[in-house]
């Protein structure tokens, strides 16, 4: 069964830093892109990093580009994100997602490419 666990979320200043991480289970994680995702409240989820399964490409939003950064650690199978200069408008629930293709050649940024989904984490920047 296929598991995926955030963590790391929380109430933060403007301009903090804060960690996500994404634990996973129930399948070969290292053959699986992964992404992250948000949604705020009244809004549609939307993309915000991908990595490749071999770690080799990354893709950020515009909206986070410079400011956070994605990572995985396949032998702790997790993915972290790496988010700073948090402004109020990334406040939002983040979720981490896996790829439904195994091995894919490119970084899927959509959340259609997407088949297990976290059950997110809350981060709450103030101003």
Partial sequence: QVQLVESG?????????????CAASGYTFSRYGMGWFRQ???????????????????????SVKGR??????NAKKTVYLQM???????????YCAADRIIMR?????TTYEYDYWGQ????TVSS
């Fill in 120 to 123: 997110g984490t809350q981060v």
């Fill in 9 to 21: 979320g929380g109430l933060v200043q403007a301009g903090g830093s804060l960690r996500l991480s």
């Fill in 84 to 94: 700073n200069s948090l402004k109020p408008e990334d406040t939002a629930v983040y």
């Fill in 40 to 62: 705020a409240p009244g809004k549609e989820r939307e993309f915000v990093a991908a990595i490749k399964w071999s770690g080799s490409r990354l893709y950020y939003a515009d």
């Fill in 68 to 73: 956070f950064t994605i990572s995985r650690d």
């Fill in 105 to 109: 050649s490119v970084v899927a940024v």
